[in-house]
């Protein structure tokens, strides 16, 4: 047999084996976590671990917590004089069934200015270190099937500098 055929036969194997380890994994499934946020901006130092959000605003995502204003006259005009840079943070639960233990499991965020750090139930799970583009963390070996997570989201507009409105918050 000619290596070229031999390569090609070795090819179609593997992908023959692939297209069957994926239908024993099942079908993917992608939920969206548009809903059942709250938000709230702080200053200073702030603990994952939240006990009480009574507080907080209930939002949906995309959210950009700046848009809002007010508009101030001594921020830069560039950036449509809104309060865009500081601090702010997002909490909701997930839950996923106790069936789906050992299965991968990840976040995906599509934008967050700037600066995001993940937490769950209280443990940084992951961060990205900027604000314009995606970003995944697996959270498989972290999450509690068959019961309620808590997931917060630190945003950290604070060392961003623009020369146009950026945003601020869960985006995308």
């Known amino acids: 047999m000619a290596k070229d055929t031999k390569e090609r036969i070795l090819m179609a194997a593997l992908a023959a084996l692939i297209c069957a380890a994926s239908a024993l994994a099942g079908p993917r499934q992608e939920v969206l976590l548009e809903k059942g946020w709250k938000f709230t901006k702080a200053d200073g130092e702030f603990s994952p671990v939240v006990v009480d959000d009574s507080g907080w605003e209930s939002v949906r995502v ?86 309620k997570n808590d997931l917060l989201v630190k945003v950290d507009t604070t060392k961003m500098r623009s020369r146009w409105y950026p945003g601020a918050g869960l985006y995308r």
Not at 93 to 99: M, N, S, Y
Not at 118 to 124: A, C, D, H, P
Request: no cysteine.
């Open 62 to 147: 995309p959210h950009d917590w700046a848009i809002t204003g007010p508009f101030d006259e001594k921020l830069d005009h560039g950036t449509g004089m809104l309060p865009w840079q500081g601090v702010g943070y997002y909490r909701r639960t997930i839950e996923l069934p106790a069936d789906s233990a050992g299965k991968f499991v990840a976040l995906r965020f599509g934008g967050v200015m700037a600066r995001p750090e993940v937490f769950l139930n209280g443990e940084k799970v992951g961060s990205w270190d900027y604000g314009y583009m995606s970003f995944e963390v697996d959270i498989s070996a972290k999450i509690k099937f068959g019961e």
